[in-house]
């Protein structure tokens, strides 16, 4: 079985800031890992993907991860917050590359103060 | 293209209607699920299809039902509705090799009273 854990269903920064968002995942099998965001009132974006190509992965928008087996975690940050980042992100694995029948995390919205 | 689209944007029910949700992808899709999103439990996935003709559960499925006529349309069907299905529904679709990342599409808002 597969799961994920979002640890912080709230995080707080401040423009510039460094934004580290927490993700842990549980899996029986070899896990494909995803970061989506959702801005308000709008479906799921994908951030992005860990395919076992490479361990740190770098997305869209400046965000990277970085993938640890013996941590099980796949921690997103970013190195400085911009307003334009406030919204839920949300941690994802799957058997699959492409994401087919996830297992999403709980997600994390982040605010970022000017 | 218009990606994966979703109609009605908004919906209020009550208890015992029933109602289909509408989900459509222009991407030639093959994989096509259903989720819902309720407050600090993410996004749950409620069926899924591999195909057209092809259709299973997933993680919620008890109250939905589906079916997949064509590639690219994959309703989702409420048959009496009940306050716990009260959700943001989600219609997401995935192709297969180069182009296997799932999108999603914008949501439907569902209040049953």
């Known amino acids: 079985a597969q799961s994920v854990t979002q640890l912080g269903s709230h995080v707080s920064v401040s423009e510039g800031a460094l934004v580290l968002l927490r993700c842990n995942y549980s899996s029986s099998v070899p896990p494909y890992l995803f970061w989506y965001v959702q801005y308000p009132n709008q479906g799921l974006q994908l951030l992005l993907k860990?395919?076992?190509?490479?361990?740190l992965v770098k997305g869209i928008n400046g965000f990277e991860a970085e993938f640890k087996k013996s941590e099980t975690s796949f921690h997103l940050t970013k190195p400085s917050a911009h307003m334009s980042d406030a919204a839920e992100y949300f941690c994802?694995?799957?058997?699959?590359?492409?994401?087919?029948?996830?297992?999403f995390g709980a997600g994390t919205r982040l605010f970022v103060k000017a | 293209n218009a990606g994966v689209t979703q109609t009605p944007k908004f919906q209020v029910l009550k208890t015992g209607q029933s109602m289909t949700l509408q989900c459509a992808q222009d991407?030639?899709?093959?994989?096509m699920s259903w989720y819902r999103q309720d407050p600090g439990m993410g996004l749950r996935l409620i069926h899924y299809?591999?195909?057209?003709?092809?259709?299973d559960q997933g993680e919620v499925p008890n109250g939905y039902n589906v079916s997949r006529s064509t590639t690219e349309d994959f309703p989702l069907r409420l048959l009496s509705a009940a306050p716990s299905q009260t959700s943001v529904y989600f219609c997401a679709s995935r192709g297969t090799g180069a182009t296997d990342t799932q999108y999603f599409g914008p949501g439907t808002r569902l209040t049953v009273l």
């Open positions: 991407m030639n899709h093959e994989y």
């Open positions: 994802a694995v799957s058997k699959n590359t492409g994401g087919f029948k996830t297992i």
């Open positions: 299809s591999v195909g057209a003709g092809i259709t």
């Open positions: 860990y395919t076992s190509a490479a361990t």
